[in-house]
């Protein structure tokens, strides 16, 4: 069985700090680009970073960029989120996906380019 779990999230001042993590299980996690998807009150859900297999190409939205850095341990089939000098408008839910297989990271993925999905982790940042 494929299963993706998030971790790490909680409530944090602004310019605090979260390490999230994704520990996946049940698949050769090397193969696989991860994204990171954030789902914040009244938004729709969206891919906020990405990081490729094989050395690829990482990717982050312009709202995180300098602040957020992914990286992955396949030998601990985990990836992560360092999320640094946080924002309220950080505030989310934080899901972790698996993309379909020969993925790699770039601005135009969606929802539709991933297959497996964590249940989320809770961001709040907030004085």
């Known amino acids: 069985q494929l299963h993706v779990a998030e971790s790490g999230g909680g409530l944090v001042q602004p310019g605090g700090s979260l390490r999230l993590s994704c520990v996946a299980s049940g698949f050769t996690f090397d193969y696989y680009t991860i994204a990171w998807f954030r789902q914040a009150p009244g938004k729709e859900r969206e891919e906020i970073s990405c990081?490729?297999?094989?050395?690829?190409?990482?990717h982050y939205i312009d709202s995180v960029k300098g602040r957020f850095s992914v990286s992955r341990d396949d030998a601990k089939n985990t990836a992560y989120l360092q999320m640094n000098s946080l924002k309220p408008e950080d505030t989310g839910i934080y899901l972790c996906?698996?993309?379909?297989?020969?993925?790699?990271?770039?601005?135009?993925?969606?929802?539709?380019?991933?297959?497996?999905w964590g249940q989320g982790t809770e961001v709040t940042v907030s004085p």
């Open positions: 990081i490729s297999p094989n050395d690829g190409p990482t």
């Open positions: 996906a698996v993309g379909h297989l020969g993925l790699y990271c770039s601005e135009y993925l969606s929802s539709a380019d991933f297959g497996s």
